[in-house]
Structure formats: structure tokens, C-alpha cells
């Protein structure tokens, strides 16, 4: 009974689960609404000139906006610019505008509503869609050519030889850079030999003599001092006095060894 029970409330979940998904997506609308706002800029912006169109994005944002709510358009100033750049490049694609065929179809998705109708322009046909949001705000319009199998296949191949000739370019440069490498050897060699060929040869100078060091002059003035020192006691001994009371200026070497 209580596995009865848990399987019951297993699939319970599971049905509320699924109905709140299935009702997430769920948006209503009136179609003939919709239609409305799309012929209205259908007929506006076949009816423009570029120049006139262009003036539009002189128009401040909140100028844009309020032209919007008067003409009873849902769609903000900002996407009704891109709207009309939209509008501009489906011309320069698919040639002049003529018309639409009038079928409107509608398709709700996670983001809102898309309307589509069949349009004809001077050098094919086209689809328009108009994407609204969850609110039913227009927010963007879409136009896409419908191009033949010829074109669609000229087109394949023209992106094919492309995309190959980029490859063999690319190739081709690659082959040459590598060619250039067995050259780099041969420069690095003569960059090596320059150097020493330029380098002048230096003639071989004599060495000098070695100057004989100088006597130093302290070691002379510390043998007289010490000289003058044994003399002084020497005379200070014969006179009976020290050796302070007299004072060795000179002393002179004589030839003999006898004083007088």
C-alpha cells in the first residue's frame, strides 16, 4: 500500500512538473494586433526615403521614444533604430521593396512572439520577422533573402576557393621563409671574418728596462740619527756634562780614521 502510494505521488509531481513547463511558454496575444504594428512599419519605412530614415538618429532617445508611444508602436527608441538599419541592409540585399503577400503566420517561443509574412523585393524574395517579447514589446525585425540552389552553390564555391587560396598563400610564404634559413649560415660566417680581418697588427715593443728602486731616504735618516745619538753620548762622556747642554748640527766623515 505505501509503495502505492509514493508511485501515486512520483507521478503527480511529474504531471505538475510538466504542466508548469508547458505553461511557461504560454503567451498571449492577438495576432491581429501584431499584424497592426508590423504593417505599420512596413508601410513607414517602404514609404521613407535613406535621408529620411537617417534623421531619425539625429533624434534623441526620449524624442524617439515619445514619437513611438504617439504612433501607438510598442518598441523602445533604441531597438527602432536598429530596426531601420535592418530594414536598410535587406534593400542593399535583396533590392527595392515592393511588397508583402499579406499571410501573416504567428509562433510563440521562450522569448515571445514571432511574426513572419513573405515579402518581395526587386531582386528576390524575402522573409520578415518580427520578434516580440513576453510582454508583446516589438524588439527587433529580421529580414532573410531566399537564395536560389545556384546562388547558394555559387556561393559555397566562391567561400571554397577562398578558403583555399588563403591555405596555399600561407604555404607559400612558409616555403619561402624556409628557403631563407639555409642563408642564415653563410651571413652568420661573414659577420665572423670581418671582424678579424679588419683587426690592424700590433708591432712588438721592446721591454723596458727595470728602473733600480730608489734608496728610501728613511732608512738614511734614521742611520744619522742614530749616529748622532752615539756621538753626543760619546762627547757628553769625555766633557763631563749631559747631553743636553749641547747640540749636533753636522757631521762630516773625514778621510782618516784619527779625531783631532
Given at each position: 500500500?505505501?509503495?502505492?502510494?509514493?508511485?501515486?505521488?512520483?507521478?503527480?509531481?511529474?504531471?505538475?512538473?510538466?504542466?508548469?513547463?508547458?505553461?511557461?511558454?504560454?503567451?498571449?496575444?492577438?495576432?491581429?494586433?501584431?499584424?497592426?504594428?508590423?504593417?505599420?512599419?512596413?508601410?513607414?519605412?517602404?514609404?521613407?526615403?535613406?535621408?529620411?530614415?537617417?534623421?531619425?538618429?539625429?533624434?534623441?532617445?526620449?524624442?524617439?521614444?515619445?514619437?513611438?508611444?504617439?504612433?501607438?508602436?510598442?518598441?523602445?527608441?533604441?531597438?527602432?533604430?536598429?530596426?531601420?538599419?535592418?530594414?536598410?541592409?535587406?534593400?542593399?540585399?535583396?533590392?527595392?521593396?515592393?511588397?508583402?503577400?499579406?499571410?501573416?503566420?504567428?509562433?510563440?517561443?521562450?522569448?515571445?512572439?514571432?511574426?513572419?509574412?513573405?515579402?518581395?523585393?526587386?531582386?528576390?524574395?524575402?522573409?520578415?520577422?518580427?520578434?516580440?517579447?513576453?510582454?508583446?514589446?516589438?524588439?527587433?525585425?529580421?529580414?532573410?533573402?531566399?537564395?536560389?540552389?545556384?546562388?547558394?552553390?555559387?556561393?559555397?564555391?566562391?567561400?571554397?576557393?577562398?578558403?583555399?587560396?588563403?591555405?596555399?598563400?600561407?604555404?607559400?610564404?612558409?616555403s619561402f621563409v624556409i628557403w631563407l634559413l639555409k642563408f642564415i649560415p653563410v651571413l652568420e660566417k661573414k659577420f665572423r671574418k670581418a671582424p678579424a680581418a679588419a683587426e690592424p697588427v700590433k708591432a712588438e715593443?721592446?721591454?723596458?728596462?727595470?728602473?733600480?728602486?730608489?734608496?728610501?731616504?728613511?732608512?738614511?735618516?734614521?742611520?744619522?740619527?742614530?749616529?748622532?745619538?752615539?756621538?753626543?753620548?760619546?762627547?757628553?762622556?769625555?766633557?763631563?756634562?749631559?747631553?743636553?747642554?749641547?747640540?749636533?748640527?753636522?757631521?762630516?766623515?773625514?778621510?782618516?780614521?784619527?779625531?783631532?
Amino acid at each position: 500500500m505505501k509503495k502505492r502510494i509514493s508511485l501515486l505521488g512520483i507521478v503527480l509531481i511529474l504531471i505538475f512538473a510538466f504542466t508548469g513547463c508547458s505553461s511557461s511558454n504560454t503567451v498571449e496575444y492577438d495576432q491581429t494586433q501584431l499584424e497592426q504594428y508590423a504593417e505599420f512599419i512596413i508601410q513607414n519605412f517602404s514609404a521613407m526615403t535613406d535621408e529620411q530614415l537617417d534623421s531619425f538618429e539625429d533624434m534623441s532617445e526620449l524624442e524617439l521614444d515619445l514619437t513611438m508611444l504617439n504612433a501607438g508602436v510598442p518598441v523602445s527608441g533604441e531597438n527602432f533604430l536598429k530596426m531601420i538599419d535592418a530594414w536598410q541592409a535587406a534593400e542593399d540585399e535583396c533590392g527595392e521593396f515592393i511588397g508583402v503577400d499579406g499571410n501573416y503566420t504567428a509562433e510563440v517561443t521562450n522569448d515571445g512572439v514571432t511574426l513572419s509574412v513573405e515579402a518581395e523585393y526587386a531582386d528576390r524574395t524575402a522573409t520578415i520577422d518580427f520578434a516580440f517579447d513576453n510582454e508583446l514589446n516589438m524588439e527587433s525585425i529580421t529580414v532573410g533573402a531566399d537564395y536560389s540552389t545556384g546562388e547558394i552553390l555559387q556561393k559555397a564555391g566562391l567561400n571554397t576557393i577562398l578558403g583555399m587560396g588563403t591555405v596555399f598563400v600561407v604555404l607559400i610564404f612558409l616555403s619561402f621563409v624556409i628557403w631563407l634559413l639555409k642563408f642564415i649560415p653563410v651571413l652568420e660566417k661573414k659577420f665572423r671574418k670581418a671582424p678579424a680581418a679588419a683587426e690592424p697588427v700590433k708591432a712588438e715593443t721592446p721591454a723596458a728596462a727595470p728602473v733600480p728602486a730608489a734608496v728610501p731616504a728613511e732608512a738614511a735618516a734614521e742611520d744619522d740619527s742614530e749616529l748622532v745619538a752615539v756621538i753626543a753620548a760619546a762627547v757628553a762622556a769625555a766633557e763631563g756634562t749631559s747631553v743636553d747642554g749641547f747640540v749636533v748640527r753636522s757631521i762630516k766623515r773625514r778621510k782618516s780614521n784619527k779625531w783631532n
